[in-house]
Every structure is written in structure tokens, then in C-alpha cells.
């Protein structure tokens, strides 16, 4: 199985930015998709963004196309999550997840992934 570990939360004012960074370790030699999930304080916790095993596909949330960006590096074994022009709404937990997979296909559905993350705190003022 994999283990991963988020990074890269913190405290921001609206319109800055962040990368969320989460690493994996165990057994990242099989092809996983990853996801990034977020739940604010007192509401569901909802698609972020989703990258294919192979880097080739990825997968927004239409609210936060062109804000925010995923990448992997699995020589390093992260993936990433860039996150610009942030707004008080953004505030939540983010959450990194895995599900080994080698579809074209990364899930936009939480209960689809196997492996989660402990989760980084992104606190977005204004």
C-alpha cells in the first residue's frame, strides 16, 4: 500500500498563493492515480483536482479551473497542487489520495480512493 503525507498548507491573504506538495512512500512502484479533496469547517468534503497514474490526464472542479494546477513527479514520488489567486472560500483541509489504477481515468468521486493523506490546513484571509 501507500502512504502519503500532505505539506505546504498555511496561512495566506485572497488573491496569494500556495503549492501543496504530498508525498508518498510504500508501494509507489504500481501505477496510482492521485486526487486532492478539501472539507471546510461544517460542509462535505469535495472534489479538488485528480491526475491519471501517468501524468497524462488531469481533472478539475469546474469552480476552480484556471486557479488551480495539478502535477506529479514520480521520480520523487509528490504531486502537487498550485494554488493561485486564493479566496476566503478556499479555506479548508486539503486532503492528497490515492488509488492504484492504471486508467487513463482519475476518479473525481472520494469514495473511489483507497489511500489518504492526514490532511494540511489552508487558511485564506481577506
Given at each position: 500500500?501507500?502512504?502519503?503525507?500532505?505539506?505546504?498548507?498555511?496561512?495566506?491573504?485572497?488573491?496569494?498563493s500556495?503549492?501543496?506538495?504530498?508525498?508518498?512512500?510504500g508501494?509507489t512502484n504500481?501505477g496510482?492515480?492521485v486526487g486532492?479533496?478539501?472539507?471546510a469547517p461544517?460542509?462535505?468534503?469535495e472534489f479538488?483536482?485528480?491526475?491519471?497514474?501517468?501524468?497524462?490526464?488531469?481533472?478539475?472542479?469546474d469552480?476552480?479551473?484556471?486557479?488551480?494546477?495539478?502535477s506529479?513527479?514520480d521520480?520523487k514520488n509528490?504531486?502537487?497542487?498550485q494554488?493561485?489567486?486564493?479566496?476566503?472560500e478556499d479555506?479548508?483541509?486539503?486532503?492528497?489520495?490515492?488509488?492504484y489504477?492504471h486508467?487513463?481515468?482519475?476518479?473525481k468521486?472520494?469514495?473511489e480512493?483507497a489511500?489518504w493523506?492526514?490532511g494540511?490546513?489552508?487558511?485564506?484571509?481577506?
Amino acid at each position: 500500500q501507500v502512504q502519503l503525507v500532505e505539506s505546504g498548507g498555511g496561512s495566506v491573504q485572497a488573491g496569494g498563493s500556495l503549492r501543496l506538495s504530498c508525498a508518498a512512500s510504500g508501494r509507489t512502484n504500481s501505477g496510482y492515480a492521485v486526487g486532492w479533496f478539501r472539507q471546510a469547517p461544517g460542509k462535505e468534503r469535495e472534489f479538488v483536482a485528480a491526475i491519471s497514474w501517468n501524468g497524462v490526464s488531469t481533472y478539475y472542479a469546474d469552480s476552480l479551473k484556471g486557479r488551480f494546477t495539478i502535477s506529479r513527479d514520480d521520480a520523487k514520488n509528490t504531486a502537487y497542487l498550485q494554488m493561485n489567486s486564493l479566496k476566503p472560500e478556499d479555506t479548508a483541509v486539503y486532503y492528497c489520495t490515492a488509488l492504484y489504477t492504471h486508467s487513463r481515468y482519475a476518479p473525481k468521486n472520494a469514495n473511489e480512493y483507497a489511500y489518504w493523506g492526514q490532511g494540511t490546513q489552508v487558511t485564506v484571509s481577506s
